[in-house]
Nanobody, 121 residues
Framework: QLVESGGGLVQAGGSLRLSCAASGRSVFTNNMGWFRQAPGKEREFVAA????????NYADSVKGRFTMSRDNAKNTVYLQMNSMQPEDTAVYYCAAGSDSGLDDYNSYQYWGQGTQVTVSS
């Protein structure tokens, strides 16, 4: 089970930190990803952290603004979002998987329920 938290309403230029607490599977032994879906749009890749080595990968649209991290002891991953813009508004989903293709949602087998992030201008 993956449970996201930390979403909410923030003004443009502000920050939020999303959390994804995992149970029943390890964030260390799974590739972990964050995806988002805005109304009327397809789900898109945001960030991922590779299992074991913990190397991170980001979509170009968030590179330099968002940071994904992992706390193995808490079995939780985070997404720190800074300098947020209205186009970041979406439902954010946490995902876990073991397939290659970190930016492909088909590579992830387990998904959280999502958390709403809204950025006002």
């Amino acid at each position: 089970q993956l449970v996201e938290s930390g979403g909410g309403l923030v003004q443009a230029g502000g920050s939020l930190r999303l959390s994804c607490a995992a149970s029943g599977r390890s964030v260390f032994t799974n590739n972990m990803g964050w995806f988002r879906q805005a109304p009327g749009k397809e789900r898109e890749f945001v960030a991922a952290i590779i299992r074991f080595r913990g190397i991170t990968n980001y979509a170009d649209s968030v590179k330099g603004r968002f940071t994904m991290s992992r706390d193995n002891a808490k079995n939780t991953v985070y997404l720190q979002m800074n300098s947020m813009q209205p186009e970041d508004t979406a439902v954010y989903y946490c995902a876990a998987g073991s397939d290659s293709g970190l930016d492909d949602y088909n590579s992830y087998q387990y998904w959280g329920q999502g958390t709403q992030v809204t950025v006002s201008s």
